[in-house]
């Protein structure tokens, strides 16, 4: 007998599944037991970026939670299986699949449904709960934008056509059309209303965003409202519309808003609004007391709130009534958005149209730029009601929060969104926010929380993401973060110590900078002029670095010797007991069947063991300091190069089989690979660097764990950046999609440059862009649009780095002075006699102390 | 610092086989010696080879440098620092490495094999 009391959701959605994220942080188990319906196929998944999913983004990549969160949890769920009504009586809720579940308290999270107009000739439109079905001939190439399953049927259509139409020009009918236009089809986009995005945007607004969006290569239509689809001439459909112009188009989706999916509420008598939406109130309680609604299927005060934000935020209340645990209510939410359509940036806060009596606004339009910004003020004169900013939205976070806050207005508000005072609009602020201003809607940290976590000690934005999550979700905020971080820091006193060491008080940005721009070629010199003392383990390797990324040197040069760490000393990798390991480069894993023999021979003469890596190359472990040269003799003379394995440096470039081969294969991922491997090996970075070509989205190569991911397209090559695997996985970025070669590897220059300019020491660029004002964005800005003029500048650099490139092992081996430094005794020929190997599994290892003890090597002393 | 007696030093090799800023391991009466010469007056220092911590002999292959006046080898393995001038490993209290005599003498290097108390 349960006698926990039950609660059962209905909705896997965004907002049903924050719901049970609420529950779990609340440790729900002693008390209450968990059942939830997911309808679709996936469990909770990122309905918002959606369209990344044509992007290179996968079902794992887009879903909300690690696999197993649910079990793991104690949470029931019943995938595919739709609850079809409730017996309010008995308290229970029947699916389609024939199950009865008993529930003590019902959260409905069923959603939206989006909305198709009824046109004519196309037959009937019906739904069976989130999708749509066509009835007719048109099968397969109408379709709607809400699942992934939709994306699966429209990615299926786009492939065998060359058109595209979405009917509605709102938020989502824009991202449909980037969806579209990103599949590689001639993109229309067809509004009954006179401009795009009515909801948010007014009509001057909306005419600067379709000459933004049309630029891109998108067609608008607007003021159209279809009448009838018919059989096409030149394309599959025709569409009709009511001034008697017509559209041919093989696809067409349908995007005309969306509407509160209530059905199972109004069959279970529950009250509903006019037009439709399970009515609650501030506890997102429902006419029954024992069933509540949370997200875009409710009703709160006459309004449906069609964001998810707004949802998180009854999700949050309605864990806090049912549990008894917290006191937030719902009062409203701000539908304040900001996003990027078709590469056009949108905001829209508040009360953007004016709407309030009385109000008054300011407006700018830049038509050579393409932007247009535009505020309401309250009839007093003296409070910010809303605002619309459309190709630039730096100001979005101070507007919103002046417009939330209330704010008193400077005295002339228009300053806020005149271009010439940029200075004055960023300065309006912080200070003057209260501590329960919320700063990232996302996740609804507020102000005294970000402050909080400083005082515990965070002094990155690394840190305060990791301790509160804010700018982990849209990064709208990471401009105010940043500048929150800073002001309490200086407000506490606390002197965050960037040093280097105590030898440089320098960053390692500064000291790059220093290098570069004075042309100093050595440490020596470096220290004589900007630093102290004799250097360390921490400054040495990193002006070491620094050196070769800039001049390219041999590192082993009497001048750099000292300042090489552990690995690259030897140029080779340092194992437990002293002795190396080898790995020469295989550019893309491609390797001949003479190389791979030769390899064998080589290992096998000296008596190395060998391991695949997991950069598909081959190491070779168990040499001696004093073997290295020797093996190298015998390496090169075969044909092979430094594998760089030792640096912090480009290590390898994996890659999956590619078009050659592979029946799924889109382009030659090999090829490219072994290209990009040859370009950029040798070059030393902050940290290692490493890179994965893969042919298609099936993502063999796991280029989105990479440093640098690069993914194929049937139209180019996707660039992902910042990706890692080990110990913190992080998925990468979509830098850029679609790109031809040439501007691939333009791109990726860029980026690697701009890396080894502005990283932290030992910064892998995952938490290096976690670090970065801005984030992705900012990456884009600068390599793409090359916002600082520097894109040349880093470009230049790569290539001298290309340029000097010299195989480290070749240079070495062919010089009797340097390889007098691998002899283990500058006195004897003499080995190292506490290198002992045994055999395991028909290769060498190292023996363990007891095995050293068994076998009558003196055992030194062991300190505790 | 123990007086030695001149016999016990063994010459070992030219200055100048020991890289600037960086070290060597020699080979005295069995024992394996890290040899390391720094700065612009060549000071010259010899510590045991062997790294407690890592149990294997790679104290010549560590990065030299100073901490405030301190000059020190840091362990290639899992770079704990040692102070070249006693062997006090700067980061255990507990743990400390031998020391050697060294001495140049007309461009010679001259290591004793008897430790330093």
Same mark, same amino acid.
């Given at each position: 007998m349960n006698s926990k009391h039950k609660i059962v959701i209905i909705g896997n959605g965004m907002v049903g599944h924050r719901f049970i994220e609420e529950l779990v942080d609340k440790d729900f188990r002693d008390n209450f037991s968990i059942t939830t319906f997911c309808e679709e196929k996936n469990l909770a998944y990122d309905r918002v970026s959606l369209s990344t999913y044509f992007n290179g983004k996968t079902k794992e990549d887009l879903s909300l939670m690690p696999e197993g969160y649910y079990?793991?949890?104690?949470? #029931? %769920?019943?995938i595919g299986d739709k609850a079809e009504s409730i017996d309010r009586k008995a308290k229970v809720v029947k699916s389609a699949g024939g199950r009865e579940v008993h529930y003590d308290t019902l959260v409905l999270a069923t959603g939206s449904y989006p909305f198709v107009p009824p046109i004519q000739g196309q037959k009937q439109y019906y739904f069976e709960g989130y999708r749509a079905f066509e009835c007719g001939d048109h099968k397969q190439h109408i379709h709607v934008y809400r699942t992934i399953d939709d994306l699966d049927a429209i990615k299926a259509s786009a492939s065998k056509s060359e058109i595209g139409t979405v009917i509605g020009g709102g938020l989502l009918g824009l991202e449909c059309a980037n969806a579209l236009k990103n599949l590689g089809l001639k993109t229309h986009v067809v509004d009954r209303g006179p401009s795009l995005m009515g909801v948010q945007i007014d009509a001057e607004g909306g005419i600067v965003l379709r000459a933004k969006i049309e630029e891109s290569g998108v067609q608008v239509h607007t003021s159209k409202s279809t009448k009838l689809i018919s059989s096409g001439k030149e394309a599959r459909y025709q569409l009709q519309f009511d001034d008697g112009t017509y559209l041919e188009t093989d696809i067409l989706v349908f995007s005309s808003g969306i509407r509160p999916r209530d059905e199972i509420a109004r069959k279970a008598g529950l009250k509903i609004g006019d037009k439709g939406g399970i009515v609650i109130d501030s506890e997102c309680r429902t006419s029954d007391e024992d069933i509540f609604a949370i997200g875009e299927c409710a009703l709160w005060n006459g309004q449906i709130f069609g964001l998810v934000s707004p949802g998180y935020k009854m999700a949050g209340v309605a864990a806090d009534i049912i549990t008894a645990q917290g006191d937030r209510r719902f009062e409203g939410a701000d539908m304040s958005t900001k996003l990027k359509l078709i590469g056009v940036d949108v905001a829209s806060i508040g009360d953007s149209h004016g709407r309030t009596e009385g109000s008054r606004s300011f407006s700018f339009r830049d038509e050579l730029k393409g932007t247009y910004k535009k505020i309401v003020i309250s009839p007093e004169g003296n409070r910010l009601l809303g605002a619309i900013l459309i190709g630039g939205v730096e100001e979005y976070g101070t507007? &919103? &929060? =002046?417009?939330?806050?209330? =704010?008193?207005?400077?005295? !002339?508000?228009?300053?806020?969104?005149?271009? /010439? /005072?940029? #200075?004055?609009?960023?300065?309006?602020?912080? !200070?003057?926010?209260?501590?329960?201003?919320? %700063?990232?809607?996302?996740?609804?940290?507020?102000?005294? #929380?970000? =402050?909080?976590?400083?005082? !515990?000690?965070?002094?990155?934005?690394?840190?305060?993401?990791?301790?509160?999550?804010?700018? /982990?979700?849209?990064?709208?905020?990471?401009?105010?973060?940043? &500048?929150?971080?800073d002001n309490e820091l200086a407000k506490r006193g606390v002197d965050v110590n960037t040093d280097l060491c105590e030898h440089f008080p320098y960053t390692r940005q500064e000291l790059y900078g220093l290098i570069r721009v004075k042309g100093i070629r050595n440490f020596e010199t470096l220290l004589a002029e900007h630093g102290h003392g004799a250097g360390c383990e921490i400054c040495k390797p990193a002006v070491a670095s620094i050196l070769a990324a800039c001049w390219n040197e041999y590192i082993l040069k009497d001048e750099h010797y000292g300042l090489q760490d552990t690995n690259d000393r030897m140029l080779a990798n340092m194992q437990k007991d002293g002795t190396y390991s080898i790995v020469p480069r295989v550019a893309g894993g491609e390797i001949t069947p003479e190389k791979l023999i030769a390899l064998g021979e080589i290992a096998k003469k000296w008596n190395l063991y060998t391991k695949i890596t997991g950069g598909q190359r081959i190491d070779l472990f168990g040499a001696r300091q004093e073997q290295l040269p020797l093996i190298w003799e015998d390496l090169v003379a075969v044909g092979f190069e430094s594998g760089h394995a030792y640096g912090k440096a480009l290590r390898t470039v994996k890659s999956c089989v590619g078009s050659t081969w592979c029946r799924y294969g889109q382009q030659d991922s090999v090829g490219l690979a072994v290209e990009i491997e040859t370009r950029y090996k040798g070059l030393r970075t902050p940290h290692k660097l490493k890179m994965a070509v893969s042919g298609c989205t099936r993502e063999c190569a796991e280029a989105q764990g990479k440093d640098v991911g690069i993914i194929a397209t049937d139209l180019g090559w996707n660039l992902y950046v910042c990706g890692n695997g080990g110990m913190k996985p992080r998925h990468a970025d979509l830098l850029a999609a679609d790109l031809n070669k040439e501007s691939l590897i333009k791109y990726i220059d860029r980026f690697l440059m701009y890396y080894v300019r502005t990283a932290d020491r030992l910064q892998r660029t995952a938490p290096w862009l976690e670090n970065i004002e801005g984030g992705v964005e900012h990456l884009k800005a600068v390599i793409i649009e090359d916002s600082l003029g520097i894109a040349e500048q880093l470009e230049g650099e790569m290539a001298h780095i290309i340029d000097t490139y010299q195989c480290e092992w070749k240079t070495t081996v062919a010089s009797p002075e340097k390889r007098k430094r691998f002899r283990m005794f500058v006195n004897s020929d003499e080995t190292d006699n506490n290198v002992i190997f045994v055999e395991e599994r028909g290769q060498i290892r190292?023996?363990?102390? !007891?095995?050293?003890?068994e076998l009558g090597v003196s055992r030194k002393e062991v300190f505790e | 610092? $123990? $007086?030695?007696?001149? +016999? +016990?030093?063994?010459?070992?090799?030219?200055?100048?086989? *020991?890289?600037?800023?960086?070290?060597?391991?020699? @080979?005295?009466?069995? $024992?394996?010696?890290? @040899?390391?010469? *720094?700065?612009? $007056?060549?000071? @010259?220092?010899?510590?045991?080879?062997y790294d407690p911590f890592s149990k294997a002999n790679v104290i010549s292959r560590g990065i030299v440098g100073t901490m405030g006046e301190i000059p020190k080898v840091v362990s290639p393995i899992y770079k704990q620092q040692f102070n070249l001038t006693n062997g006090q490993c700067i980061d255990n209290p507990k743990v400390s490495i031998p020391t050697y005599p060294i001495r140049e003498q007309g461009g010679a290097i001259y290591v004793s094999a008897i430790e330093n108390c």
């Open positions: 079990e793991e949890n104690g949470v #029931e %769920i019943f507007l &919103q &929060q =002046m417009m939330l806050n209330e =704010m008193t207005l400077p005295k !002339d508000p228009g300053s806020l969104i005149l271009p /010439t /005072t940029e #200075e004055a609009a960023a300065g309006v602020g912080l !200070d003057t926010l209260p501590e329960a201003a919320i %700063i990232c809607s996302c996740h609804n940290v507020t102000k005294g #929380e970000l =402050m909080k976590s400083v005082q !515990d000690g965070a002094t990155t934005i690394g840190e305060i993401k990791t301790a509160t999550c804010a700018s /982990t979700g849209c990064g709208g905020c990471s401009t105010m973060c940043k &500048q929150l971080l190292p023996a363990t102390d !007891d095995e050293k003890f | 610092m $123990k $007086k030695v007696a001149e +016999t +016990t030093y063994n010459k070992i090799c030219a200055m100048n086989d *020991i890289p600037h800023n960086a070290g060597v391991c020699a @080979l005295v009466d069995g $024992k394996q010696i890290a @040899l390391f010469r *720094i700065g612009d $007056k060549n000071e @010259l220092y010899a510590i045991s080879n």
